[in-house]
């Protein structure tokens, strides 16, 4: 009877313990809901988006038959034992062979063919943007909201990648067979990303950009880029700090939030997911646990915080001041803080560099035109831009870079890092036929006679 007494007091404090436990867990979701209740009303009333119902509202559905087509696109074959895919590698074999292909080279332009002239029928056929929004609308109709496993996905990403595929055929067909025709097909590509609805999507219409510029860049050095294609792309705008914002946006609403909320009730899958599943060791793994419990929900609330401020900056609505708060250079916090501050400094910084590369390089090809030295407003840009630096190396020899200052204030905090100027070769004459370009410069030396 004793022993009977004993265990059912035993009994009734686990019991007791375990209601204290959930009591107190049950607490503490509901103190994070609310909090992120009264964030998203405040966000609310500021006028931005705060579901993915109004990521969608602010985005058009693409259509569905050119969507499916896109999608079985993405599924063809990839080519077998094809190499140079790398736009480095394509300019170093054309920079050492000029106009003769070399077989790698020409295995890659050869294999990638058919996928590129199936892209340009879609793209004939109307087919206008691929970016995030659109697939969102098609995992909508098709199979309702998507979980935040979904979204950490990015709803279709495979065959976007592709693209990058395409970008780099054209660049082949641009340097070795026909540059009116590949600068036709690369100007095409940059604007399937768009509208962005994601960082995504930004980060892959900025390579885009990137490997079409560098393509113009050679193509003047070699005196093959044609008259209007040049003249269209050196009046082409520079990127525009809101997009930057929309992408910024989508991802606040598409998994900022979603994030936000799953860690607010609980679930801490999503968290595991996105960093890989936390530590491995049994220590590690307790303690990344306990942070998830106890400090997750609110840091995952205050990163949707610094994404919204983050926006409105962008967007000329908040001073560059509010960075310093949403953007610390040692943020304090856990590791969600940290990647997304680690994240957000990136793109913003190369943001900047965006800017000030775009006119970096079409700067050079008006030099390379013979549009003389350039004149000091050239060089110094706009409000809030990077100021470039030129030399006269002599016996045709040029270098154009980015001025070795802090970021200015107009865009990013002047606690940024100074940016290197030239590659480190200031004042280094140049031999005949070189070329290079480094993190914020482009240098060059007379063409080499092919």
């Not at 499916?68 to 790398?86: K, L, N, S, T, V």
């Not at 990638?112 to 340009?120: T, V």
């Amino acid at each position: 009877m004793r022993i009977r007494r004993i265990v059912f007091w035993v009994v009734l404090a686990l019991a007791g313990g375990a209601l204290v436990v959930w009591a107190f867990v049950l607490a503490r979701e509901n103190k994070d809901a609310d909090a992120l209740d009264a964030l998203l009303a405040e966000q609310a009333a500021a006028g931005h988006g705060t579901t993915v119902a109004d990521f969608l509202a602010q985005h058009a559905a693409g259509d569905p038959t050119q969507l499916a087509a896109f999608r079985a696109w993405g599924q063809r074959e990839e080519p077998a034992g094809i190499e140079a895919r790398d736009s480095r590698e394509q300019e170093r074999a054309y920079l050492e062979h000029g106009g003769a292909m070399p077989e790698n080279v020409a295995a890659y332009h050869r294999g990638w063919a058919p996928h590129a002239r199936a892209l340009e029928a879609l793209l004939d056929d109307g087919l206008a943007s691929v970016s995030s929004p659109v697939w969102w609308h098609r995992h909508v109709d098709e199979h309702g909201m998507p979980t935040l496993a979904q979204s950490l996905g990015h709803i279709e990403t495979a065959p976007v990648w592709r693209l990058l595929d395409v970008v780099h055929w054209y660049v082949l067909h641009a340097l070795y067979l026909d540059a009116a025709v590949g600068l036709r097909g690369l100007d095409r590509m940059p604007s399937l990303l768009r509208p962005f609805g994601s960082t995504l999507d930004h980060a892959l219409s900025t390579a885009m950009a990137a490997i079409r510029d560098r393509c113009y860049l050679l193509l003047a050095w070699r005196g093959r880029l044609p008259a209007d294609a040049r003249a269209r792309w050196v009046a082409e705008p520079p990127p525009r700090p809101e997009d930057l914002a929309s992408a910024i946006d989508g991802t606040r609403l598409t998994l900022g939030i979603p994030l936000a909320r799953a860690l607010a009730e609980g679930s801490t899958a999503a968290a595991d997911t996105i960093f890989l599943g936390g530590p491995s060791g049994f220590l590690e793994r307790l303690d990344w646990q306990a942070y998830l419990f106890f400090d997750a929900a609110a840091e995952a609330r205050e990163v949707v915080a610094r994404q919204a401020t983050i926006a409105d900056v962008l967007r000329g609505r908040r001073t560059p001041e509010a960075l310093r708060t949403a953007l610390p250079v040692e943020p304090e916090g856990g590791q969600i803080i940290r990647a997304e501050v680690a994240s957000m400094r990136f793109m913003l910084h190369r943001q900047l560099m965006q800017r000030a590369t775009h006119r970096l390089v079409r700067l050079a090809v008006t030099l390379m035109a013979g549009g003389g030295a350039p004149s000091a407003e050239a060089l110094a840009g706009g409000p809030g831009d990077h100021a470039l630096v030129y030399e006269d190396l002599g016996a045709g020899g040029h270098r154009l870079g980015v001025r070795a200052v802090a970021a200015p204030p107009a865009l990013f905090p002047p606690w940024n890092p100074p940016l290197p100027v030239n590659g480190g070769r200031r004042g280094k004459p140049l031999l005949p036929g070189a070329f290079a370009t480094h993190e914020g410069s482009v240098e060059w030396g007379p063409p080499p006679v092919r």
